[in-house]
């Protein structure tokens, strides 16, 4: 089996021009998209600098000046100048310091601001479920997931529609580019085609990661005894995919929901190899509701994914 | 390089400051300084306003990342009784999840009961060793209010 194709997922959008310019949310990549939903350029700089060498939240910062975008990695990461011509094409190239940007940072489950002259973009918590929805006169209903990122030029948004919940933690979710026509009584939307920029990313060192796997083990144990604290039972621990992509996975059941199994999925190393996991963002058995987590979606092994 | 602070937190900020700055769309909430705003801090323990992943958006804004523990402005002082009260007085130990890195504090504040089965009121802290500002804070083993957030319970010592 192939590795799995990376799909571009926009984190951040701007208006340049005439054009959206979309950053997305960890790989080198920028695309131009116009505002019929075409994608004019995509451009790399997985060669001009390095991966970031951790994990961090906010992972990425971009500050716009002109028609150039400037990015940079999270905590320490060099810079990264994107510019952006009349017709959309990008080049991108490292840069030198740039302290007068004013930078941006990313939302996880939202974006700011919420409104921009009569356009609101929404997103809506219900327990762990997430929907969005963007009004403009009328509303556009955008479905499950939750709305990261906008861009308004004139009579026309688009959106950056991150698909996901809260829970299940979703690793890589799915980030889909939508535009939308505010000139009919509701926004009227067009998907942008899904990017395939799989040979424009850094290359995963997940492979070299494997060896601190250990460490984080200590981590997903440590969940075990909690969760057994607050009712688990018949608790069974899998881990695989030792040859770069290590999945843990944590099944249970629970007094309180008789005849169920739940299962947890942690994946430790992000998609450039470094440390994160569950453990990263929090995610823990203590602080979790099991009423919530029990509405999770089934897997084709019938347990409910938590 | 540093972000440009255009509009500074406070020296300290209440949790419900933080809740609404975050919301502010007329704010660059990480860029001016608000994640790293104080809101309390107690035997070198900081309660900072933070951001999805830690403090007080973290415990109690609906864009958190895990459970949000609602904070209000009705309930926010004793939010504030808790956080001091574990601080002060809770039994710090390694954090079995994170042993080398962070230290979790509880204190029992009463007694409960779940379909016969006994439950003890716990009020939690999980804490940065190395920074010293807080991840998380929830409470639990209370029937009578969500879990999570029996912040009145958890300041005062008593049945929530």
Known sequence: MGAPVRYFAAQFLEGVGLNVVAVDRTQPVAATVSLTGEVRDVVSWADAVLPPSAAAWPNRRIGVEGDRLVVQDLPDGKPVLVSVSTDGSLAATAARDESAVKWRYPRLLSAIPKSVGSWEFISRRDGYRLTAEVTNGGTWSAGRGSIVAHAVLGDVAVVAIRRADVRPWVFDPQHELVVLDGRSAAPKPASIASIDISDRCWPSRRADSVPLLRDYLTHSFGDVAALRQRGGRDVRVHIAGFGGSPVIEVEFSLDTAPGKRFVRRDEPFDELGNLAGLAFWNVIFDDESFDLLAEGPVDDQGRIVV | ?160
């Open chain 2, 1 to 160: 390089m540093g972000p440009a602070a255009a509009e500074p937190p406070p020296a300290i900020s209440s949790p419900m400051d933080c809740i609404s700055r975050f919301d502010d769309d007329n704010l660059d909430y990480v860029g001016d300084g608000w994640a790293d705003a104080l809101v309390s801090a107690v035997n070198g323990i900081s309660l900072r306003c933070g951001d999805e992943r830690s403090g007080v958006v973290h415990i109690g804004h609906p864009d958190s990342n895990g459970k949000t523990h609602p904070v209000s402005a009705e309930t926010q002082n004793f939010f504030l009784g808790c956080f001091r009260t574990i601080a002060s007085s809770g039994r710090a130990q390694p954090d079995n999840k994170f042993p080398e890195s962070r230290t979790r504090y509880e204190i029992f504040y009463g007694r409960d009961e779940f379909q016969g089965a006994p439950l003890t009121k716990t009020g939690t802290l999980i804490v940065d060793n190395e920074r010293g500002f807080v991840y998380t804070m929830f409470t639990s083993g209370s029937t009578k209010s969500p879990r999570g957030n029996d912040w009145r319970g958890c300041a005062e010592g008593s049945a929530a």
